[in-house]
């Protein structure tokens, strides 16, 4: 691997500006796996039924049914990539006819970015504090979630095709290293910190928010549009209206498969 992070997973015949593009690329999954690793997999499932617990008293009826603190996370979990389901076609079409990859990619991840800080409000609601997180982590997992399907579908761009493999494994190295390495620090101020539970939590929240934007950011300033050819039925279309007439076809491809 080496110890050089900056020759990581490059391509050898690539121009340095390919190389900073690529790099970018990669950075984008060191950056946002900080959310999938820390609030997704380990803080989110833990304080969201630790919270509707306390103000349910363990657990409530819903329809008949006993929902507890693990089961709504479950339900909330549920809804969000629901709603990342209904939207994904769309958003793959929009991505590969109509450059506005960055632009798209950019607006989900400030979402993203800012529901994930404002997670952190959460602890300190008392018994609203349940609902207050279902909210933010259902918009929050949307960003994250909808912007990947976007960052992925730079990855044709990124490299030819018989360097497709390696591109893949080591965004895929990127992001378990980045993620992994900001979960450590979270790990630590969760159990080692002197500050109150709830502090350290909006200091997770935050630094992940911070982490995600910091070096998301590298890619938006590295990896360039990619050029795609207008197809020709948006031919003479306006932006948004090529948007649409994507967004159209691909509900359409759907429906009919």
Known sequence: MGLNIRDWGMIAEHSDDERKALRGWYFFDWANQ??????????VPALM??????????????AGLNVTGDSFYAIILAISMAIVALTAPAL??????????????????????????????????????????????VIATVGFSGGNTIYYAFMPYMAKKEHMDKVSSWGYAYGFIGGSILLLF?????????????????????????????????????????????????????????TLSATKMAYVQVWTT
């Open 34 to 43: 900080a959310y999938a690793l820390t609030c997704m997999t380990v803080v």
């Open 49 to 62: 039924a630790n919270l509707y617990n306390q103000a349910t008293g363990g657990g409530s009826e819903w």
């Open 92 to 137: 793959g079409v929009i991505a590969d006819r109509v450059p506005l990859k960055k632009k798209m990619l950019y607006w989900y991840t400030v979402v993203g970015i800012i529901f994930t800080a404002l997670m952190g409000i959460a602890p300190f609601l008392g018994n609203q504090g349940y609902m207050f997180l279902a909210l933010t982590f």
């Open 186 to 242: 979270h790990l630590g101020v969760i159990l080692a910190s002197p500050l109150e539970t709830n502090v350290n939590l909006a200091i997770v929240f935050v630094s992940s928010s911070l982490w995600w934007w910091g070096f998301g950011a590298l890619m938006f300033k590295w990896t360039p549009e990619p050029d795609i050819p207008s197809p020709a039925e948006f031919a003479g279309e306006s932006q948004f209206a090529k």
